[in-house]
T-cell receptor
Framework: DTGVSQDPRHKITKRGQNVTFRCDPI?????LYWYRQTLGQGPEFLTY????????KSRLLSDRFSAERPKGSFSTLEIQRTEQGDSAMYLC????????????????FGEGSWLTVV | GDSVTQMEGPVTLSEEAFLTINCTYT??????LFWYVQYPGEGLQLLLK?????DKGSNKGFEATYRKETTSFHLEKGSVQVSDSAVYFC??????????FGTGTRLQVTL
């Protein structure tokens, strides 16, 4: 499978614990994005990387959240001291920049990592 | 900032009915427009896209035309199937690199 891969798919954790999600983008995609989606809502942008550089962070990304992409390939999203409000699906996506496809700029999503904080 | 407004759901249709899901947007510059589909418990799949005004994106019988004059990108399908039941998200990608999504429209197709 050459799509965007996320792990774990589901995580249940107790409030106050730390959790980490991993994302493996499509091979050769240099841009990697993290989004959060709560029930009944559209995905909300959290942050994105170009290679290993984190280029933009949303205000949604509080100090308890940290994302890394140390070698410009896979990425991790860590949430420290989880709260019940962190319960959501965390989506990873990737794309190739600059655009090389004829139609350009398609962002491909993984299947998401569900987080439940109890 | 960029924003996307979709018609609220759920939309319930009988199989073979005509589907329209409205989407309008606000953005600076000339955004690219997308429709993504999400099946229960899954991530997002790109359904179709259009990168400039008057482009028509199409896939699996779905179509949407980029209308700059009305800032719209309505999704249509002539004859829906039960398997089309899902949540549909309209999105734009403007001068920033990220996608901005609407809140989604749930479609339920019944026999």
């Amino acid at each position: 499978d050459t799509g965007v891969s996320q792990d774990p798919r589901h995580k249940i954790t107790k409030r106050g614990q730390n959790v980490t999600f991993r994302c493996d983008p499509i091979s050769e995609h240099n841009r990697l994005y993290w989004y959060r989606q709560t029930l009944g809502q559209g995905p909300e942008f959290l942050t994105y990387f170009q290679n290993e550089a984190q280029l933009e962070k949303s205000r949604l990304l509080s100090d308890r959240f940290s994302a890394e992409r140390p070698k410009g390939s896979f990425s991790t999203l860590e949430i420290q001291r989880t709260e019940q409000g962190d319960s959501a699906m965390y989506l990873c996506a990737s794309s190739l920049w600059p655009r090389r496809e004829k139609a350009g700029n398609t962002i491909y999503f993984g299947e998401g990592s569900w987080l439940t904080v109890v | 900032g960029d924003s996307v407004t979709q018609m609220e759901g759920p939309v319930t249709l009988s199989e073979e009915a005509f589907l329209t899901i409205n989407c309008t947007y606000t953005a600076t510059g000339y955004p690219s427009l997308f429709w993504y589909v999400q099946y229960p418990g899954e991530g997002l799949q790109l359904l179709l896209k259009a990168t400039k005004a008057d482009d028509k994106g199409s896939n699996k019988g779905f179509e949407a035309t980029y209308r700059k004059e009305t800032t719209s990108f309505h999704l249509e399908k002539g004859s829906v199937q039960v398997s089309d039941s899902a949540v549909y998200f309209c999105a734009l990608r403007g001068t920033a690199s990220k996608l901005t999504f609407g809140t989604g429209t749930r479609l339920q197709v019944t026999l």
